[in-house]
Each structure stands twice: as C-alpha cells, then as structure tokens.
C-alpha cells in the first residue's frame, strides 16, 4: 500500500507550475502539478491518454481551440497525442495521471 497527499508539503515555483511525482504504482503515475496563478503550462501532448483532475483551485484547460473552465473537483480525461494547455486563474493543485510507460521528465519540460 501506497500513501500520499495532494495537499500536503506544496512548494511553489515562480518561474513555472511546480510538478513533482505523487505515486508510482503498477500500472499509473500519479502526478501534481501546483500552479501559482496566471502560470501555463504551454501547449503539449502525451504519448498515452491522460486524466487531470483539479484537486483545488481553477484553471482554464485549453484543447481543440476552445478553452474549458475546470474549478476544484472537476476531472477531464484525454486520448493520446490531442494537444492541449493549463493557465491557473488562481493558485490550483492539479492531479495528472500518467500512463505507466509515460514520463515525469517529460512533464517538468511542459
């Protein structure tokens, strides 16, 4: 058994969203991502589906030129390879889960 918490120890970054590996399990990687607000993370796309989930906070969640307003609570799943960006309207925690074979390196150079 695994323990972990979204929102406990949270260090913020001032030059870009915090992102920082939660747990890894057997089959997933369970990321967070703390952005102070008006931080983005640029337009990417991962190589396997994904799951963000906001944990506390807003943010605007850009994919397929519409932007889609996520508040504390709201998750939204993605297929592989849809480009998509984040930008915190306020200071948010973000959960991202990863496929198992996807990368936290590849994250932190969102």
Not at 8 to 36: C, G, H, Q, W, Y
Not at 87 to 107: F, N, Q, Y
């Amino acid at each position: 058994m695994k323990v972990a918490s979204f929102l406990e120890d949270i260090k913020f970054n001032e030059m870009k969203p915090a992102v920082s590996l939660l747990l890894d399990t057997d089959f997933s990687k369970e990321i967070r991502v703390v952005f102070k607000k008006g931080q983005i993370m640029e337009d990417h796309q991962a190589p396997f589906a994904i799951i963000v989930q906001v944990i506390k906070g807003s943010i605007d969640f850009g994919v397929n030129n519409e932007v889609q307003k996520m508040n504390t609570g709201d998750i939204i799943s993605l297929k592989p390879q849809v480009v998509h960006n984040l930008t915190a309207t306020e200071e948010s925690v973000v959960r991202l889960s990863l496929s198992k074979s996807d990368t936290l390196k590849r994250v932190k150079n969102v």
